[in-house]
């Protein structure tokens, strides 16, 4: 059992994420612990609710309204789908489910109370005093997350959806794009290949090992990797650029449209994309999103694209995301090259 926690709780004016520390001398004595958890059942996507009947009458349509959010890709896709399971039976339809919310009131009894237990431990109960998130990893399965809302009784659970809807969907958010990050990293990284692009290029990146090298060109300032099944591929160039020639969505675009036409033979649809500013790796960076095609080969796709200066000033990135999947989501590929590309370290 992984014995770390997570606690989560809004005062009126801010989010706090407060870390809780759990001291377990034995932990083969946890009833979750006394036989061996099998594999968690369910994609990234599910999220199941355990919650009483009760319970989910009222917070149904805040609680999907909170989770089930879209990203904009090429068309709009959910991020998570809830399904509800009643506390009741959670045992046998719910608990072995990969991503798991548990809402219920601290003052419950019976199954509920178990479930509880489970998940928060009696002395995490014991705590409760206002709304809080506790978050707990393989409790009833392995590879699981569960989250737990929980608040002194039910009337103050209700109110907790809205109040704490955010920091909900962050916190399985956070919960995903880790065991993301633990299943791309399964077997390794290429570490001879990240001494030697910091050796020779000034910058590093954890490939994971079931990536190649598609095309490598210093020259250029162009390095690009790609995996199969379905087919993602990440590219980052890197140039000089004065200090005082300010980046704009459209200078950032066309260096982008002009790597794509020459190393891969695509088009980029300019006119499409849309830029916002954010920050990648601890930089402030531009974040390019639209549509590419390739016609002499028949396909497209979304691309992300982060554009960001280096730490002098006088050097620009380009970390480029592609996928070409038809017919499915494109949102998990693009969080999983998302992912590897936030392993990015500029060399002193």
């Known amino acids: 059992m992984d014995t770390r926690r997570r606690r989560f709780t809004r005062g009126a004016h801010e989010t706090r994420w407060i870390a809780v520390a759990l001291l377990m001398v034995m932990v083969a004595l946890a009833p979750s612990c006394t036989k061996p958890l099998l594999p968690a059942k369910g994609g990234n996507k599910e999220v199941v609710v355990l919650t009483p009947p009760d319970v989910w009458s009222r917070i149904e349509a805040s609680l999907k309204e909170e989770l089930e959010r879209t990203v904009v890709i090429l068309e709009a896709e959910q991020v998570f789908v809830v399904e509800h399971v009643d506390t009741l039976v959670f045992s046998e339809e719910g608990a072995n489910r990969r991503n798991v919310l548990l809402v219920a009131p601290a003052d419950a009894g019976g199954s509920v109370r178990r479930a509880l237990e489970d998940a928060v431990g009696r002395d995490g109960l014991g705590a409760v005093s206002e709304p809080a998130i506790f978050v707990r990893r393989n409790v009833w399965a392995r590879n699981q997350a569960v989250i737990s809302l929980v608040a002194p009784n039910a009337d103050r659970l209700v109110a907790a959806v809205d109040q704490l809807g955010d920091s909900l969907y962050a916190a399985m958010t956070m919960e995903v794009e880790d065991r993301v990050r633990r299943t791309l990293y399964l077997r390794g990284y290429k570490k001879p290949l990240a001494e030697r692009f910091a050796s020779e290029y000034g910058w590093s990146i954890r490939v994971p090992s079931g990536f190649q090298i598609r095309d490598e060109n210093p020259a250029a300032g162009f390095v690009s990797f790609i995996q199969h099944y379905p087919e993602r591929q990440l590219f980052i160039h890197w140039g000089r650029v004065g200090r005082d020639v300010e980046i704009a969505p459209s200078h950032s675009l066309e260096l982008r449209a002009r790597l794509a036409a020459e190393f891969y033979g695509d ?25 590419w095609m390739n016609s002499g080969q028949m396909v497209g796709g979304p691309f992300w694209t982060y554009c960001f200066r280096g730490r002098g000033g006088e050097r620009l990135y380009l970390i480029d995301l592609v996928v070409v999947a038809p017919g499915e989501d494109k949102y998990p590929p693009l969080r999983q090259l998302s992912v590897i590309a936030r392993t990015f370290e500029e060399m002193p």
């Open 267 to 291: 088009s980029t649809d300019i006119d499409g994309s849309r830029w916002e500013r954010g920050r990648f790796v601890g930089r402030e960076a531009m974040i390019l999103k639209g549509r």
